[in-house]
């Protein structure tokens, strides 16, 4: 709680809402004088931030959305000047991965500008169940999250457990035979991982140890990103 009472009420009215609500149910659920979760459905209403459905339910509504997408993504804006770093630091390509669901995305990145170089576009999907950023991207997940992913992964519990004890992933020809890279997480506020960033490139400047060239680099990009 904020300690502003009407943002915290105005708050707890839209959580409430979430899987559609009406006003009872608002009631219940917040425990809020039915006159005072009224009167907030309705300003939320007013600012397009709740909508009624055809059963008369509020719902979240559309400027939610539109607010959101307006936003700058602040991981991203404050990705693209460490990556850069990183680049530069280590002499290979940069990466930043989001895990969805069973996939991994870079969402940004920063390549060498000559020389050989493993290339991946925003954009790029590339499994979980390869590669030191997936390894990142899974080593502090609970059991569930990882068990149906195993029997696929070119990596073990044990290597996911050695993960979470030294700090960063190291791979070598995991994801694609030639390519070595060394990832480390990103973390928010509350130390949970929610990124994974990586460098990689070929096998023959990583050698088949790149931790031991680059992983501390590679920790310290996480570092400054994390808690943003």
Same mark, same amino acid.
């Given at each position: 709680?904020?300690? #502003?009472?009407?943002?915290?009420?105005? #708050?707890?009215?839209?959580?409430?809402?979430?899987?559609?609500?009406?006003?009872?149910?608002?009631?219940?659920?917040? $425990?809020?004088?039915?006159?005072?979760?009224?009167?907030?459905?309705?300003?939320?209403? &007013?600012?397009?931030?709740?909508?009624?459905?055809? $059963?008369?339910?509020?719902?979240?509504?559309?400027?939610?959305?539109?607010?959101?997408?307006?936003?700058?993504?602040?991981?991203?804006? =404050?990705?693209?000047?460490?990556?850069?770093?990183?680049?530069?630091? /280590?002499?290979? &390509?940069? $990466?930043?991965?989001?895990?969805?669901?069973?996939?991994?995305?870079?969402?940004?990145?920063?390549?060498?500008?000559?020389?050989?170089?493993?290339?991946?576009?925003?954009?790029?999907?590339?499994?979980?169940? =390869?590669?030191?950023?997936?390894?990142?991207?899974?080593?502090?997940?609970?059991?569930?999250?990882?068990?149906?992913?195993?029997?696929?992964?070119?990596? /073990?519990?044990?290597?996911?457990?050695?993960?979470?004890?030294?700090?960063?992933?190291?791979?070598?020809?995991?994801?694609?035979?030639?390519?070595?890279?060394?990832?480390?997480?990103?973390?928010?506020? /509350?130390?949970?991982?929610?990124?994974?960033?990586?460098? &990689?490139?070929?096998?023959?400047?990583?050698?088949?140890?790149?931790?031991?060239?680059?992983?501390?680099?590679? #920790?310290?990009?996480? $570092?400054?990103?994390?808690?943003?």
């Amino acid at each position: 709680m904020s300690g #502003v009472g009407v943002l915290d009420k105005a #708050v707890l009215i839209l959580e409430t809402s979430v899987d559609g609500a009406s006003l009872a149910e608002l009631v219940e659920r917040t $425990q809020l004088p039915r006159a005072t979760a009224h009167r907030l459905a309705q300003a939320l209403e &007013s600012h397009r931030l709740l909508v009624r459905d055809a $059963q008369g339910r509020w719902r979240p509504g559309p400027r939610l959305a539109e607010l959101a997408n307006e936003a700058p993504d602040v991981l991203l804006t =404050a990705a693209e000047p460490i990556l850069a770093l990183l680049r530069d630091q /280590t002499g290979e &390509s940069a $990466q930043l991965y989001l895990r969805r669901a069973d996939e991994r995305i870079c969402v940004a990145a920063s390549e060498r500008s000559s020389g050989l170089r493993d290339t991946v576009p925003v954009g790029a999907v590339l499994p979980m169940t =390869a590669g030191s950023a997936a390894q990142i991207l899974l080593a502090w997940e609970p059991p569930e999250a990882i068990l149906p992913l195993l029997p696929r992964a070119k990596f /073990t519990a044990r290597t996911l457990a050695e993960v979470r004890k030294r700090g960063w992933a190291a791979s070598v020809a995991e994801r694609e035979a030639g390519v070595a890279s060394v990832s480390a997480p990103v973390r928010d506020r /509350t130390g949970r991982v929610i990124a994974s960033i990586s460098v &990689s490139g070929p096998i023959e400047r990583l050698t088949r140890r790149p931790g031991e060239r680059h992983a501390m680099a590679v #920790v310290r990009a996480g $570092q400054r990103l994390s808690g943003l």
